[in-house]
């Protein structure tokens, strides 16, 4: 699925977020270390395999070459039900095995197609004291993004899926997959190889920063002057409670330093 023209990335004013940001970093965490107990650690269900199912999976291990003789005479002779039986417990184990590898390797960064919710800014951004990240997504590593997808109960797994999926896409989309109580963060991954990797982003695919409407001045200054020196074209917003509505309001700013500002007599 393609991805909207933005993804947003909220963030915590602190030491680490500022230093990613001059450095134009993106931080591909660990799925150990996320918030929802679910969220990368399902226990999905395996559907039970259709007698078509079991023997589409047994043509396709004959048809493999170098299939060990007693193997090939097994996957002739075994009945439906025990193949059903010796698939079912094989799937179990293939997918335990590749999920651990997933959780124990894999990075995954995590961002929102929204820059204005109010339980996005609370959770990520500081509560409303922090800034969120714009960045357009024609750039890496915002092309291989996968949209998370959003479910009432824990998914059902094809057995077939499992067993004959060499690239293991039925894993990438568990760890793609969330609660519909986290349905409001509208959320997108980008998923690395390598865990804890810091991936550094070209300073064109940064494109706008949204300030919480409660962050204070002088953080303000500190990643204004930090954009100022990285990327002169990013667009600033600052945010502002609505008097009428439960939202955040943004109106686009062009910065001007206190050294500036008092050299162009806009200051004492």
Known sequence: MKPPQFLYKYE???TQSLLNLKRGIIHFGSPLNFNDPYDCALTPNIETPSDADIESIRNNYLTRENLPKQAQIEFETFSTIKLREIFVRKAQEVLETAIQDFLKTKGIACFSESNDDL?????????????CLEFATTSEPFQKVHKV????TLPRLNIASILLDKDFHVVRELFCTKSQAWSY??????????AETQFGYKPEALTGIYFGPDIDRQSLEIVCLILAGQNATVRLWRGSRSTTEFRVLFENFTYTSYLEAKRNGLRD
């Open 12 to 14: 915590t004013l602190t």
């Open 119 to 131: 339980l996005m800014w609370s959770h990520y951004g500081g509560h409303y004291k922090g800034f």
């Open 149 to 152: 997808r959003y479910l009432p």
């Open 185 to 194: 963060e509208k959320e997108w991954r980008a998923i690395h190889h390598v």
